[in-house]
């Protein structure tokens, strides 16, 4: 779903509640107050110890005869590397939390330390390298480039359309709510809708990892 058609949702369900009055026309600044909002949900859904399918990426390196490339210049959304492979032979690793872990090739002459690959000996000149990747933002322009906030109204949310609600109704968690009756029991349904939207990002998650193990 675009930036622009999750805040006329936002809109319709926040803007009659909540204490700073209309939440999406009054809104500026480069992140708005509602992108940041928002990047606070996002990192909700990125601390959660799941693989999300929607955060694995693969990002090509070009290689200049240089005997080290910083990964977060290429890549700034980098989080973690899951895998290297294309310039000999197929490279693949156990998925790597610590940013100082190191991946080794024995004796085909690569390292990656925190995130800076290092060559030992000739360097290649020239060729790519494939690198998949954990990112760590969960927007992306309409050009598929990822970034950390929502700065465009064509801005894409990387959840799929059935999970977008998590994004929606988990904004509840941070807006200044009015103190009246009509607001707590709005709140407590925007609550709710919240829970059921979470509960249902774990099913597709676990479902869309059930039928990847198929066919790995």
Known sequence: MIYSEIKT?????????IGSGNIIESDSGSPTALALLLDLVN???LSYP???????ITGTL???GATSYDLTTLFPDLKSVYQLYGLNDYEEYDYLSNKDANISSNNRGYTIK?????FSGNAPTSGTFNIQYKSKYMVETSAGVRQQYFLNDDDVSVLDSD??????????????????NKDNTRR??????????W???LLHNEQTNQLGSLFS
């Open 50 to 56: 799941y693989e999300w399918p929607f955060l694995k």
């Open 114 to 118: 925190g995130k800076t690959l290092y």
């Open 62 to 64: 070009t290689l200049t």
């Open 199 to 201: 509960s249902n990002l």
């Open 188 to 197: 407590q349904e925007v609550s709710g809708w919240f829970k059921e939207a």
């Open 9 to 17: 949702v936002i809109q319709t369900i926040y803007s009659q509640y």
């Open 43 to 45: 990192n909700r859904v």
């Open 163 to 180: 999970d977008v609600n998590v994004l929606i109704f988990g904004l509840g968690q941070f807006v200044n709510w009015q103190i009246d």
